[in-house]
Every structure is written in C-alpha cells, then in structure tokens.
Nanobody, 121 residues
Framework: VQLQASGGGWVQAGGSLRLSCAAS????????MGWFRQAPGKEREFLAA????????KHADSVTGRFTISRDNAKNTVYLQMNNLKPEDTAVYYC???????????????WGQGTLVTVSS
C-alpha cells in the first residue's frame, strides 16, 4: 500500500483545511485508514480512522466536532476535514493504513510522508 498525503499549509486560527490521502494497492478494501499528527517534542497522536469497506469511522475525543474523516472510493482517497483550527493543531499530519481498527499508531503498517499544518493566532 502506498500513501500520499497532501493539503497542508498555513491558516489563521478559526480557519479550515482539508487534507487528502491518495492510496494505491491491490487490497485497499480490507484496510482501515487513519490520520495522525505529531507536533515537535510530542508523541504521534491519533485523530481519526475509517474502514474502507463500510465507511465506519472513529474520531479522537480531542477533535470530535472539529475534524471529520471521509473517503471517496472511486478516487481511492481519504480526507480529513479540519474546521475551527487552533494554534495547538500545528503539527505534521500523517495518513496511515492498518488491518485493524485501532487508534494505536503501532497498529498501522503503512504511512504517508506527512504534510505540515501551521495555524497562526
């Protein structure tokens, strides 16, 4: 599975961004796709996950109501819509693929290259 994340950038507090993760591979249907982020000096943090096969989602409590994960099966792309962004959301954002539906980054086998999101106050 190959993953390509994009959509990061600079935004003012209160603004929105939509991250994309283009996936390729023969068995995408069996995978769970997740979004994580890592700020300098902090551990990688789970944000959201979605199961390709049925669209079931899970969101971290810290972003529920502001971030939404979705997928487009025709485009093999997973999105993370981020609204009402805050300076503390500044981090490198990663998409990843796993065979299990867990929030633990160690459960994810494949990772995209990361895309930087900077939120200014």
């Amino acid at each position: 599975v190959q993953l390509q994340a994009s959509g990061g950038g600079w935004v003012q507090a209160g603004g929105s961004l939509r991250l994309s993760c283009a996936a390729s591979g023969r068995t995408l249907w069996s995978y769970v796709m997740g979004w994580f982020r890592q700020a300098p000096g902090k551990e990688r943090e789970f944000l959201a996950a979605i199961r390709w096969s049925n669209g079931n989602t899970k969101h971290a409590d810290s972003v529920t109501g502001r971030f939404t994960i979705s997928r487009d099966n025709a485009k093999n792309t997973v999105y993370l819509q981020m609204n009402n962004l805050k300076p503390e959301d500044t981090a490198v954002y990663y998409c990843a693929a796993s065979s299990v539906f867990l929030p633990n980054p160690n459960a994810y086998d494949y990772w995209g290259q990361g895309t930087l999101v900077t939120v200014s106050s």
